[in-house]
Every structure is written in structure tokens, then in C-alpha cells.
């Protein structure tokens, strides 16, 4: 069955280290990939996705993620986190989006947290 | 903008009891809805999604119903809770491509 591997469920770093999670999905056709976080006592919120042109995304608050094909994964990067970024983060991926009722099929989640 | 909407934002319900979990959006018109399940050490897992008024697509067999009785509104229903039922159940809308999906507060939900 497809599905989304995030193989780090919890992540304790200082402040000013860099942060690499990674995300996996087994599915050989086209896929759209995301990233969402959820701080504390909040919403989940988009923090980037990938549908197609350059494999290397930018998105809100210095977070970034490099889409290969190859490897079928989609990890999210911080070259610098900060104590306000301890959250937990989730991979998403659509496979095959058909432009209608897509499901978003959602790896386990990673709980960041960051010590100053 | 758009803005989404659930309510209760917590509930505490006896096994057997009904449940109703409703989720507006705001901003938007003919926005395809979705309710997830969040459990404990898991991913969120699709449990409905509608595309249109009354139409309503179920992923995973359940205890639990869902519906779409206006454009805007998305509900989540139960006649009898089961102790499984417990989690965190959250609404999401996309645009009519359905390719970024929103998310709403959330209701936690604990049946006891």
C-alpha cells in the first residue's frame, strides 16, 4: 500500500543548529508533496509544497525541502532553528492528483524540539 | 480571506451517546471539505471528503457518518460513540483543483 514514512519521531536540538527530517513516500507516479506544521495549541499550517518546476522549495519562516524523484523523498531543511520553530511537523503527499477530491495521505509526524 | 471554522473545540461524551461535529468555511464557494482523524502517536488519517452539497465519499469503513447539507458546511456524525472514537478530528477545505488543503482548529473528542 502507498504510504508516507517520516522515520524521526522526535528531534531535540540547540539553538542555531541545522535541521534536516526526513519524509519517504512508495508511490512510482506523479505526486504533489507538502509540509505542515503545528506549534502549539495551534491550526495546522501549510509551511511548503512541492507540484512540479524546481525541486527545491522555499517556504515560510527559513524552512526549506528538496523534492528527488530518485529517492522518493521530499526532507525538510533549516540551516538555523530557533526556539519559537519546537513543533511537530507532518509530510503529506497526494498521489496521482486528479484535480477532484484529492486525499492527502500524511506520514506520523515529527516532534521538533529546540533548547536554547 | 478565507477562514474555517469547528466547533466545540472539546467534547466529553459518554460511550453510546450521539455525536455531531460541525465545520463552516468562510471566503470561499464550492470548496471541496474533508474530516480527519488525528489519534495519539499517529497520523492524520482521511475519514470523508465531499466535493459538492450531498455528495459525500467515505475512505475508511467506521462508526462514524459525515455530511454536506450546505455548500459551506461539513459535518461529522455518530449515533452511538465507541471508546475508539476518541481523537482529534480536524476539518480541512481545498479550492476546486484540490491540491492545498486548510485546516481548521480541530475538536478534541474523549468518549468515556
Known amino acids: 500500500a502507498q504510504s508516507v514514512s517520516q522515520h524521526n519521531h522526535h528531534v531535540i536540538l540547540s539553538e542555531a543548529a541545522s535541521l534536516e527530517l526526513g519524509c519517504n513516500y512508495s508511490y512510482g507516479g506523479t505526486v504533489n508533496l507538502f509540509w505542515y506544521v503545528q506549534y502549539p495549541g495551534q491550526h495546522l499550517q501549510l509551511l511548503l509544497k512541492?507540484?512540479?518546476?524546481?525541486?527545491l522549495v522555499k517556504g515560510i519562516k527559513g524552512f526549506e525541502a528538496e523534492f528527488i524523484k530518485s529517492k522518493f523523498s521530499f526532507n525538510l531543511r533549516k540551516p538555523s532553528v530557533q526556539w519559537s520553530d519546537t513543533a511537530e511537523y507532518f509530510c503529506a503527499v497526494i498521489l496521482n492528483p486528479t484535480g477532484g477530491g484529492n486525499k492527502l495521505t500524511f506520514g506520523t509526524g515529527t516532534q521538533l524540539k529546540v533548547e536554547l | 480571506s478565507q477562514t474555517i471554522h469547528q466547533w466545540p473545540a472539546t467534547l466529553v461524551q459518554p460511550v453510546g451517546s450521539p455525536l455531531s461535529l460541525e465545520c463552516t468555511v468562510e471566503?470561499?464557494?464550492?470548496?471541496?471539505l474533508y474530516w480527519y482523524r488525528q489519534a495519539a502517536g499517529r497520523g492524520l488519517q482521511l475519514l470523508f471528503y465531499?466535493?459538492?452539497?450531498?455528495?459525500i465519499s467515505s475512505e475508511v469503513p467506521q462508526n462514524l457518518s459525515a455530511s454536506r447539507p450546505q455548500d459551506r458546511q461539513f459535518i461529522l456524525s455518530s449515533k452511538k460513540l465507541l471508546l475508539s472514537d476518541s481523537g482529534f478530528y480536524l476539518c480541512?477545505?481545498?479550492?476546486?483543483?484540490?491540491?492545498?488543503?486548510?485546516f481548521g482548529p480541530g475538536t478534541r473528542l474523549l468518549v468515556l
Open positions: 512541492y507540484f512540479s518546476g524546481d525541486p
Open positions: 480541512a477545505w481545498s479550492g476546486r483543483a484540490g491540491e492545498t488543503q486548510y
Open positions: 465531499s466535493v459538492g452539497i450531498g455528495q
Open positions: 471566503g470561499t464557494s464550492n470548496p471541496n
